[in-house]
């Protein structure tokens, strides 16, 4: 986490929490969900704006967490923005030399490696559990024909559960009697 973001903690720490506002893809990609996309349906039926700036990207990146709840987050300085998911909370991109990072740059160790029947593959490391980005199939499957992942079958549905994360923060909060508005949901 940022120094500056720790900081700002510090100073204003009851700050609300933001619902809704953030989404992660299938391939790694943030959005901006506004009031009227969050008013027109659920990530990711509805996804709002690609977030495309470099210095913001890389900010979200760097300060990308989850909680005890296994709700995953970004930290905006002493506001917590929990994201709406797609599919996992991390996104797996690989290199021609197997190593994988996270879509937020970071390296893992692969512990474990899981395939849905939908022929999804999903990798598991000390940082949780992610999706293989679609460009990087090819490469996943030469891992595995190389021996150096050995896939088990299980179910996308079951993903949640087993590994502790919330797909959906939002209809998690709605779901303890939270109103589906307040001066929490908005980021600052």
């Known amino acids: 986490m940022d120094d500056i973001v720790k900081q700002a903690l510090a100073k204003w720490p009851n700050v609300p929490d933001c619902y809704g506002w953030l989404g992660l893809d299938a391939r790694g990609r943030w959005y901006l969900r506004d009031d009227a996309v969050q008013v027109a349906g659920p990530f990711p039926q509805n996804k709002g704006s690609l977030l495309q700036h470099e210095k913001l990207l890389d900010f979200i990146a760097r300060n990308y967490e989850c909680d005890a709840e296994g709700r995953w987050f970004f930290q905006n300085g002493p506001q917590r923005v929990y994201v709406e998911l797609e599919t996992t909370p991390l996104v797996w991109r690989i290199q021609p030399d197997f190593s994988v990072a996270s879509h937020t740059g970071r390296e893992a ?11 999804r593959l999903y990798l598991v490391s ?10 990087d199939v090819l490469l996943a499957a030469e891992a595995v024909e190389a021996g150096r992942w050995s896939p088990r079958e299980v179910q996308a549905a079951e993903l949640p559960a087993r590994y502790g994360f919330i797909m959906s923060p939002q209809r998690h909060w709605e779901a303890q009697g939270k109103p589906k508005s307040s001066t929490g949901s908005k980021p600052q």
């Open 109 to 119: 160790a692969v512990t474990d490696c899981l395939i849905d029947g939908e022929g």
């Open 126 to 135: 000390a940082q949780g559990l992610g999706l293989v980005h679609t460009l």
